[in-house]
């Protein structure tokens, strides 16, 4: 256990590290002084700042002063708007974060299950129509989903909103970025009418993202069940006569699931792309829509620090999911099920 711990934190540490080079390295191709791509100006006067801008300073020790800025929370100012990196990503990054863990709640909620189905069903009638349905689901490109999404729903049946977060009707606070928490904390009037309005608008964002995920999550999961059922060991308890859900809940549902971590996981850098997609066609206020913002006013220091912000974050919960499906099932290959 400590052995894999140390292997994957030192796997971690140095992908961190090539990505920071790569986003230090940034500034000195985009057009103008490197220095002032890096912190979007040349007034700032924090120490870091002012080591980094030296004339004497090499490039090595500017890196070093750029990662010491980096950890120190000054991410540079954006030339946009003028306001420090951090406030901006703060505030955005709970509306991308919200977005994603709803999406991904609901494809594991309906495609774990229905994957089950699929699997103990094995090439039976109600499994051709999974495996069909999520091949259809599969092959949508999200931006021509999330545009469909719009046309039938929004614009023709007018149910719900077809962009943004919240009505302007409602002024809810900021406390931890995500609008339904907001919501119930707050001390707003018609608290029920702006939850309601919040979780309309949150519906056809999280349904576009979350439509290739459920269909990932449902064909590796029914995968793995009839893999499972393939086995000597399931085969064996059906032959001593153990009722059929004994045989489930104790060796097919356990052994099934953990493939799930590691296709997860290969998931993740899949998703944060549908996420920003589906951000920018939506108008949702999250780091995606910024990010493609700052790409169109060439905003050099938003879209280094935006790059690097996502890629980390991607690193981070890849490498940790991996390595706790790594620590679950030391003997499995985790990239077995996510090449099927």
Partial sequence: MITTLIRYF?????????????SFGLAYFFPGDPIINLMGTNKLDSQPFLMLSSQQTN???????????????????SFATGKPLYQDIMRLLPATLEL???????????????????GMNYHKKIDNIFMSSSMIMYSFPVF??????????????????????????????HYSGFILVDILVSDIENKRFAFNNAVQH??????????????VFLRATRRSV???????????????????????????LRNALLPVLPILAVQISTLVTNVMIVETIFSWPGIGDWLIQ?????????????????????????????????????????????RR
């Fill in 10 to 22: 030192n796997l971690t540490f140095l992908t961190l590290l090539i990505l920071v080079m790569l």
């Fill in 294 to 338: 700052a790409i169109y006013e060439r905003d050099y220091p938003a879209i280094r620090t935006g790059m690097l912000l996502v890629s980390v974050v991607v690193v981070i919960i890849t490498m940790s999911l991996e390595c706790i499906s790594q620590l679950i099932d030391p003997t499995r290959d985790r990239f077995a099920y996510a």
């Fill in 59 to 77: 490039i090595f020790m500017q890196f070093w002063y750029y990662v010491q800025a980096l950890l120190a929370g000054e991410w540079g100012v």
């Fill in 202 to 215: 949150l519906i056809l964002p999280t349904l576009s993202v979350s439509f290739i995920a459920f269909a």
């Fill in 144 to 173: 021509w989903l999330a545009l469909l999404l719009i046309l039938l729903i929004s614009l023709q049946a007018q149910w719900l909103p077809m962009s943004g977060r919240l009505s302007l009707l409602f002024n809810v606070p």
């Fill in 100 to 118: 994603s863990i709803y999406a991904v709640t609901i494809a594991l909620i309906l495609g774990i299950p229905l994957g089950f189905l699929a």
């Fill in 226 to 252: 009839a893999d499972v059922l393939e086995t000597q060991y399931i085969k064996s308890a059906q032959t001593r006569g153990l009722p059929g859900k004994t045989i489930f809940f104790r060796h097919v």
